[in-house]
T-cell receptor, first 115, second 113 residues
Framework: DSGVTQTPKHLITATGQRVTLRCSPRSGDLSVYWYQQSLDQGLQFLIQYYNGEERAKGNILERFSAQQFPDLHSELNLSSLELGDSALYFC??????????????FGSGTQLSVL | GNSVTQMEGPVTLSEEAFLTINCTYTATGYPSLFWYVQYPGEGLQLLLKATKADDKGSNKGFEATYRKETTSFHLEKGSVQVSDSAVYFCALSDRAAGNKLTFGGGTRVLVKP
């Protein structure tokens, strides 16, 4: 058990809808990262938050947004969903703001299916 | 930009066989290199890492050496077990880009008894 909790584990929805994925980092970790894993794109970095502030941005679509709350949990909001958004979404956490070799702890992921 | 290329799977082996998974990278700076493992139904776990050239990372019988001259970080294990069946991801982290990990496509390994 990595200590990173993601909910829900599975989510099935329809095109055009909006969903929210939730992540609770390990106790004491200040950074939260979101990754998308799909068969065609592999594992893609979406965004990182550190202590409530956006720290780094990757291949995140404009239809997607995220935030980190004062209690350090994070939510990833996906809107106007398309079939291609179906993927496994991982959250990870780390202690600090990131320094190149900092260890990340991953949650078990949320499997999103857009029908 | 940064990229990681690793051999496609699946790799199917018998128990106690030798495992090698090739990984090469492209980076503008001096990245740290990692191997992560994903067991069925779970998230990724850090397996080992190396932060500078010629460093060797090792864990659970797995080893990988950071080769700057060949931009490679191949994963090896001398005698695999059924419990090593998983997907293995090579990744790099460029210090200039914070802790944004760039992953390879993953290699599925299946070890048969």
């Amino acid at each position: 058990d990595s200590g990173v909790t993601q909910t829900p584990k599975h989510l099935i929805t329809a095109t055009g809808q909006r969903v929210t994925l939730r992540c609770s980092p390990r106790s004491g970790d200040l950074s939260v990262y979101w990754y998308q894993q799909s068969l065609d794109q592999g594992l893609q970095f979406l965004i990182q938050y550190y202590n409530g502030e956006e720290r780094a941005k990757g291949n995140i679509l404009e239809r997607f947004s995220a935030q980190q709350f004062p209690d350090l949990h994070s939510e990833l909001n996906l809107s106007s969903l398309e079939l291609g958004d179906s993927a496994l979404y991982f959250c990870a956490s780390s202690v600090g703001p990131g320094g190149g070799d900092e260890k990340l702890f991953f949650g078990s992921g949320t499997q999103l299916s857009v029908l | 930009g940064n990229s990681v290329t690793q051999m496609e799977g699946p790799v199917t082996l018998s128990e106690e066989a030798f495992l090698t998974i090739n990984c090469t990278y492209t980076a503008t700076g001096y990245p740290s290199l990692f191997w992560y493992v994903q067991y069925p139904g779970e998230g990724l776990q850090l397996l080992l890492k190396a932060t500078k050239a010629d460093d060797k990372g090792s864990n659970k019988g797995f080893e990988a050496t950071y080769r700057k001259e060949t931009t490679s970080f191949h994963l090896e294990k001398g005698s695999v077990q059924v419990s090593d069946s998983a997907v293995y991801f090579c990744a790099l982290s460029d210090r200039a880009a914070g802790n944004k990990l760039t992953f390879g496509g993953g290699t599925r390994v299946l070890v048969k008894p």
